[in-house]
């Protein structure tokens, strides 16, 4: 669908007709703002003949928005009423009947994790023989023969589980390969590094090299190292490996950013953000190329969390240093309290047993990386400085750890409207759900995984049982007991898809899934609240709800024009949502018909999969709970 975005068009009075899906009703017939009636004071920017969902809950979808030369929202409201706010010189765009809409606000992303990534070759979670694994790399290496013959040669997303059953991964076969580079495959799901035999004479790793506490170092039959690391026991590698440089990298950001806000991101939660990482986020500011408002997430070692005066005086100093960088925000710190719950890892905390491949019970609850006394210890002090928690927790014990620690604040603090925030919920007990409003914790979901895929049932079902599987993401259990939802995409884990993480919000399917929908009927979520967590409801995680989230008079215009009124369509069309133009803060951002635009546009469509076999399998590859069991990466 074709919308004239750089054409002035004449703003006429447009009469608002039939009924909304899902959000609102007819617009009333006078603008809202302070300046409703003061034509004098004209606009930057007005987009009339629109659906405009100011995201406010009971009110109506109005016609047209005016944003001010402030980048703040003027007022919305029927056309009429807007054209008073159009000056000579205000640029005026014609909706065409789309949606406009709050900005999406990723509450939950790892940016420069993807840009970091976006600078070294991908296997992008494929299945290989080790004939075609080996001429992959061959090529790899062909293409960086100017590394030759001491570079390290890095690949991302190697799947652990790609090769043929039955296959080893042991260095022989990398090894076999023409070079005498270092070699490290970084695993898609975060728990593996498999390297070649040079990289583990660099890393001084022997048969007798003890591993460290909460890794593995893998030996073969003869007891010498495979060249498979294991969680904390990647460390001894990668350690090694030298980072990109700085312009390197925050190039590769900017790049990055621009998709994001072709995507519609007006802010993000960064959520695993160390000082080498807030340094790229400064260099981006100063060189006038950081587009949307970040919101840090400070990460926290195991050392932190044993030692909350430590914890709270690190991130004190990273706020210090970094505090006055435009564009960034501070005030959340980051902690992990699980792994992940798909076969073959199975470190996701839970409360009973995982079963064996026959439906039995295990020994195995999965890793708990915190102890409730830890946890509350760490929360109340914290808490009492003014910090909020984003914890990881994947498994219901995990859950319920996070949330005995938040209650051991709410006794020692009091109520102090801090939002911890618990992020992905995969299982989480029925007798846990309450407990969400009571203690004001925040549930941060990423809902593009609630959908019937190999990890939630060939990697899953077996293993847990139909019981705790028909709990799995309970967005609508958790609302329905009062907690409040918001949305992210955990990007880099899935290919950045914000329209289709709202779509499966809904109907629990998605763009991609290949074995129906994951129980729409228990925890689908209406169209309205799925649209609004990843808006308001993230916006007041991140305590800016004051300033951004909803469309209404002083807030920042952050603000999505789309192809389609996502109000009407069928809920599976609101995947394939084009964002046709992205204001932040009233600055146009992203811009579908630009050169620039069009090139983001591109890249972002080749980003999104089609089929499974194209979504990254590595389900919290990036999230850095790879070593958590002794502090997260």
């Not at 899906?21 to 004098?40: F, M, N, Y």
């Not at 990697?459 to 609508?476: C, N, Q, S, T, V």
């Not at 991609?512 to 967590?533: D, T, W």
Request: with cysteine.
């Amino acid at each position: 669908m074709s919308t004239d975005l750089s054409r002035r068009h004449l703003l006429t009075a447009a009469v608002a007709t039939g009924t909304t899906a899902a959000l609102a009703t007819a617009a009333p017939a006078a603008a809202s703002g302070p300046a409703r009636a003061a034509g004098r004071r004209s606009a930057a920017l007005v987009v009339h003949h629109a659906r405009v969902l100011t995201g406010v809950r009971g009110d109506h979808i109005q016609e047209a928005v005016a944003v001010g030369r402030d980048g703040t929202v003027l007022a919305t409201g029927p056309s009429a009423a807007i054209r008073h706010f159009a000056g000579r010189d205000t640029e005026v765009v014609d909706g065409r009947g789309n949606t406009v809409m709050s900005g999406i606000i990723d509450a939950h992303a790892h940016p420069m994790d993807v840009a970091s990534r976006s600078l070294i070759p991908s296997l992008e979670n494929g299945s290989f023989t080790v004939a075609k694994l080996q001429e992959t790399l061959r090529g790899f290496l062909d293409a960086d023969a100017g590394h030759e013959p001491d570079g390290w040669l890095v690949v991302a997303d190697w799947n652990p589980v790609g090769l043929p059953p039955g296959t080893e991964t042991h260095h022989r076969i990398l090894d076999a390969l023409p070079t005498r580079r270092p070699i490290a495959l970084l695993g898609s799901d975060a728990h593996n590094t498999w390297v070649n035999q040079r990289a583990l004479d660099l890393a001084g790793i022997t048969a007798t090299t003890p591993a460290p506490a909460g890794g593995e170092i893998v030996h073969g039959a003869d007891g010498t190292p495979t060249g498979l690391l294991k969680d904390t026991a990647e460390d001894l590698v990668r350690r090694l490996i030298p980072p990109p440089s700085d312009t390197a990298l925050r190039d590769a950001a900017a790049k990055v950013l621009s998709q994001a806000a072709a995507n519609g991101i007006t802010t993000f939660m960064d959520a695993f953000v160390e000082a080498d990482g807030l340094a790229t986020y400064a260099g981006l500011a100063g060189d006038g190329r950081l587009p949307q408002r970040i919101v840090a997430a400070l990460r926290l070692d195991a050392d932190h969390v044993k030692d909350p005066a430590a914890a709270l005086a690190y991130v004190q100093g990273l706020r210090s240093k970094y505090g006055e960088v435009p564009g960034l925000r501070f005030g959340t710190a980051k902690t992990f309290l699980d792994g992940v719950i798909e076969y073959p890892a199975q470190t996701a905390a839970l409360l009973d047993p995982y079963l064996d491949e026959h439906g039995k019970p295990t020994d195995n609850r999965g890793d708990l990386y915190i102890s409730s006394t830890d946890y509350g210890r760490l929360a109340t002090a914290l808490d009492r400085a003014g910090w909020q928690l984003h914890a990881h927790a994947i498994g219901d014990r995990a859950v319920r750890t996070a949330l005995d620690g938040f209650e051991a604040a709410v006794h020692a603090n009091g109520r102090r409207d801090r939002r911890h925030t618990i992020a992905h919920l995969q299982l989480v007990h029925p007798d846990d759900y309450r407990r969400f409003a009571r203690l004001g914790v925040l549930a941060c979901m990423q809902l593009q995984w609630a959908m019937r895929d190999v990890w939630t049932m060939e990697a899953l079902l077996p293993y847990i049982g139909r019981d705790r599987h028909r709990l799995m993401y309970p967005a609508r259990s958790l609302q329905r007991n009062g907690a409040a939802l918001s949305g992210g995409s955990d990007w880099p884990v899935d290919p950045l898809d914000s329209f289709n993480q709202i779509r499966t919000a809904i109907d629990r399917e998605g763009n991609v899934a290949e074995q129906g929908a994951l129980y729409p009927e228990l925890e689908g979520l209406s169209r309205a609240s799925a649209l609004r967590m990843h808006t308001a409801g993230s916006a007041y995680q991140l305590h800016l709800e004051r300033e951004t989230g909803t469309l209404t008079p002083g807030k920042a215009a952050d603000l999505v024009l789309l192809d389609r009124d996502v109000t009407r369509v069928p809920v599976k069309e609101i995947g394939e949502t084009q964002v046709l133009l992205t204001l932040a803060a009233g600055k146009r951002i992203h811009d579908a018909e630009s050169a620039a635009g069009t090139a983001t546009r591109t890249r972002t469509a080749a980003a999104r999969p089609t089929t499974l076999s194209q979504v990254h399998g590595g389900r919290h590859s990036r999230c850095g709970c790879a070593t958590a069991a002794s502090g997260p990466s």
